[in-house]
Nanobody, 124 residues
Framework: VQLQASGGGLVQAGGSLRLSCVAS????????MGWFRQAPGKEREFVVA????????YYADSVKGRFTMSGDNAKNTVYLQMNSLKPEDTAVYYC??????????????????WGQGTQVTVSS
């Protein structure tokens, strides 16, 4: 499975961006897809995940209420709508997929496949 993320760019604080991640084939129907991000000099961190079964989403506290993840399993695609962006949201955003169990959904180790990343830069 290959994942292709897109939609990053430069935006002013308070603005919005929409990221997309397309999988080359159907990902695990019982698993999840997620978004992680990595800022310069920092470790990669969990942002949000979507479990295909039930369609539940799980957000990091730092983005709750501002970011919304959605998915279209028929198109093997997930989206990340980012509103009210802040300079601290600046990072490379990575999408991931895997046979992720709920207890591991916020951990990188829960995912088998990763996209190449897309840069999001929020200016103040």
């Amino acid at each position: 499975v290959q994942l292709q993320a897109s939609g990053g760019g430069l935006v002013q604080a308070g603005g919005s961006l929409r990221l997309s991640c397309v999988a080359s084939e159907r990902t695990f129907s019982s698993g999840a897809m997620g978004w992680f991000r990595q800022a310069p000099g920092k470790e990669r961190e969990f942002v949000v995940a979507l479990r295909w079964r039930g369609g539940h989403t799980y957000y990091a506290d730092s983005v709750k209420g501002r970011f919304t993840m959605s998915g279209d399993n028929a198109k093997n695609t997930v989206y990340l709508q980012m509103n009210s962006l802040k300079p601290e949201d600046t990072a490379v955003y990575y999408c991931a997929a895997g046979r992720t169990i709920l207890s591991n959904i916020r951990n990188m180790s829960g995912y088998n496949y990763w996209g190449q990343g897309t840069q999001v830069t929020v200016s103040s």
